[in-house]
DNA sequence: CGCGGCTTTGATGTTCATCAAGTAAAGTGG
DNA sequence: CCACTTTACTTGATGAACATCAAAGCCGCG
């Protein structure tokens, strides 16, 4: 959200709480209750479901002033997904409640609220479909343009997700993941210590990305 | 959007427009301008997305009461989808700036949109990815009851898809999607007379949806 | 130091897309 | 309304992409 829009949430909104996350915390977990509109004030989470056979689907990753308790919020009860810190992290929760009242007497809030959810949910659906689209290198590479392009803004930065989560992002196995990594090494379009990501040769992995 | 929502709307809004669309005809064009905020009175729609190579992926499909113009409504100023009529249909307009005004001074009607958005983009993020865990007969299975269960309310009914649509909607090739239903069609659990599709056995249908 | 989780690579088999070719159905223009 | 064209549907054969299985090295942690 932009400051104006932080400003008048924090404004209206007298119930602010701050709570800190180390990375691997479990901040949100599916099918409990929903009492409070949570945002990220600081570090990088993960949004996911899980399934009753143990197996995880990352829907998205969300930074500061993101908002943590994405759709269900206003749709449903309960979380139906859970939400982990991959780095730590600190939040910040509103009561539910109150933010319904103050939506209510405020619709130039509950517009702002609106048009914020309304983005973030249109980026899931469209990064999820030009996922689907592509070959398992340019998933790969997809991913990791992102955490270039749009988390750490530098070429060169350390993943906040181990293989088998970045397999749960894109859908695909841990194994492949690893060997398209393994290949970006080989073709020289990656440096790689253990997490540690150096791109070296941008525009080609960018190709990959688009038409991989 | 319940009968509550929708007579607020109406009430609220004086600028309200009805078009009809035969099947098949475009609705609404990715690319180009919002102005209006659209639903569905009546009929079937498709929402999808086009490649600059051709192929098409269909994000969700639009029931009556559905809002049409989904969620970049409130976060872009261009679609990023197109809409076109699956069924001969009827939808609704409403002045975009006009419903904003509107919205700001009602925080209630805020509310109640941001509430139907919200159930709308999650149903879509939650079922992309159900689709995405299972095999290629489990997402034709998936489909099948999809029409059954929530759109047609019967175990036999003509499918408002061709089948390189419902390729295009679960993500998989048209001759898979024929051979699936030609795998069903085999093993007695579907009659098949073109479009017109009757399930036989619901029960291992189901069965494939989720464990297929 | 040893255990468990994360990572890596190779070998194998399955699932799936692609290609090809033919039939049926649905528009289209004379 | 019929010949004609196009679009939708179907099946089989082939190969490519990918998951699975297996085994080993690595690293952090108690």
Partial sequence: MDSLEFEHMEAVCSSK??????????????????????YLKSGLVKLFKSDPSGSEQIITIAKPMDYVSLLSVFSNDTYNYSVT???DSVTCTLDLENLRVMMRENGELAL????????????????TLEIR????RGRVAYLLL??????????????????????????????????????FRKDGILKIYGKTIHIVNMETLKSIAEFG
Same sequence: chains 1, 2.
């Fill in 17 to 38: 709480k701050e709570t800190e996350y180390l990375s691997g915390e479990l901040i949100i977990k599916e099918r409990t209750q929903i009492r409070e509109f949570t």
């Fill in 112 to 127: 702002s609220l609106l048009q914020k959810m309304s983005r973030a949910a249109d980026r899931i659906i469209i990064d």
């Fill in 146 to 183: 992102y955490f270039s392009d749009h988390v750490y803004f530098s070429s060169e930065f350390d993943l906040p997700l181990t293989r088998k989560e970045m397999a749960e992002y894109v859908g695909m196995t841990t194994e492949n993941v690893i060997r398209s990594l393994s290949e």
């Fill in 85 to 87: 810190a991959l780095e």
């Fill in 133 to 136: 689209k592509k070959h398992l």
